[in-house]
Structure formats: C-alpha cells, structure tokens
C-alpha cells in the first residue's frame, strides 16, 4: 500500500506580495482623495498637503512629520506668517480676478502677484492722456470705483496700500509742467489714490512713490514695449512690507 503524501504546511504569516499590494492601494487611495480635494481646496492647503511628499520624486526618501524645530518656538506649518499672507491674498486675488475680468481681458487691466503682494496694474494709456497726469475719470470712473471696492473688501483686511508710478523712458519737456519722468510718475500716483479715496479706500493705508523710467517691465525698444511701462501699479502689501 503506497505511503500517503504528507500536506505540505501553509507558511504563517501575510503572504510577502500582499505588503506591496497593501501599499499600493494606500498609495492610490491617496492619489484620488488629493485629485477630489483639489477641487475645492485653496491653494495654501494644497502646498500643505504636498509639503509632505517631497522627497518622493527620485525615492530617495521622503520627509519625516516629525514636529521639527519651528515647533519648539511654538510655530507649526498652519500658524506660519508666509501662509496666513498667502491666505488672505489668495481671497484678494480671486475677488479681484473677479472685479476686473472684462478690464483683463482688454489689457486695461493686469493681475499679478510678487514679493511685494497683489498688484492690481493699471495701463496708463487708458487712464492718462500722453504726457499728462489728469485721470481720464469719465473712461475709467467704473475701474476705480471696483478698485476702492477690491481694497475695503474683507479679504484685504488692514493692509497697507502702495500706488507706484511708472514711465517709460522717453524724456519730458524740462520747461513742461514735468520736468522729468520721475515728476509724471509720481503725479500720476498721487491722483489715483485721490480718486481711490474719493470712491471710499481707506487713504491712512496708502502710501504713494514713483520710479520714473527705472522699473520696466520690458524693453523700451518698442512702442509696444513703452506702452507696456507706462503703468500705475496698486499694490495690496503683503505683511512686512512697509
């Protein structure tokens, strides 16, 4: 009578491949939660949430969550100043992309953001006749009025304000009533705010300068590259900046 086989024993244990299984279905569970939450999480939490992935691209490994040393100073990555300013600019931002979308759209208008904050441009073109400092009021009465709005609204907060005048670098008439670029730009800054504040902006937050021909945007080689320094910028702060 032949020997019976002997059953072979299962090895205890998860099965080795189920671990790697395991950590890819995490993986794109997380994958599709971060592309549903995209859809309606601001911009700053996203930048959070991503903060915890570096280090992934290569796998060279990634960041710990260990709390670090910003929390020894009773800091964490939520109560960061560069994130709360990037909050509250991010609700400025999307009132003024908002506000001035017709005004974009014909280069009236121009929306960026930098080191300085939100910066609402205003083609001097539009709003100043050549060689002049005398708002085109009647034209851009509508523009000035959403601008005051833009700037008393909530997500501005007690900010400063900064309007900069700017030129291109072509010279004024020395005997004219602007002697030099610098005296246009500056005239032209102050008579905006005037308006800003006659439309109800705070006038304690504003502060007025002008940089004449000194800060083009692009070259002054071209007409349409003049056209594109003449500018008025109004600039929501961010905190910090004076």
Known sequence: ???????????????????????????????????????????????????????LGNFDGGNT????????????????PSLQAGRSLAQARRLAVSLFEPEVKANKVRITEDERGLVISLASDAFFDTASAQVKIEQTRDVLIKLAQLLNSPGVGNRLFRIEGHT?????????????????????????????????????????????????????????GMAYNRRVDVIILTEGNL
């Open 1 to 55: 009578m032949a020997e019976r086989k002997k059953k072979q024993k299962c090895p205890e244990g998860v099965p080795e491949y189920m671990l790697t299984y395991g950590d890819m279905v995490t993986l794109l569970l997380t994958f599709f939660v971060m592309m549903f939450t995209t859809a309606t999480v601001d911009g700053y939490k996203l930048q959070l949430i991503l903060a915890a992935f570096q280090g």
């Open 168 to 224: 291109d670098d072509e010279p004024t008439d020395p005997n004219g009533p602007w002697p030099t670029n610098w005296h246009l730009g500056m005239a032209r800054a102050l008579n905006t705010m005037l308006y800003l504040t006659e439309f109800g902006a705070p006038e304690p937050r504003f502060q007025v300068m002008t940089f004449g021909e000194f800060r083009p945007l692009v070259s002054n080689q071209t007409p349409e």
């Open 65 to 80: 969550l260990a709390e670090g040393r910003l929390a020894e100073l009773g800091n964490n990555i939520e109560s960061l």
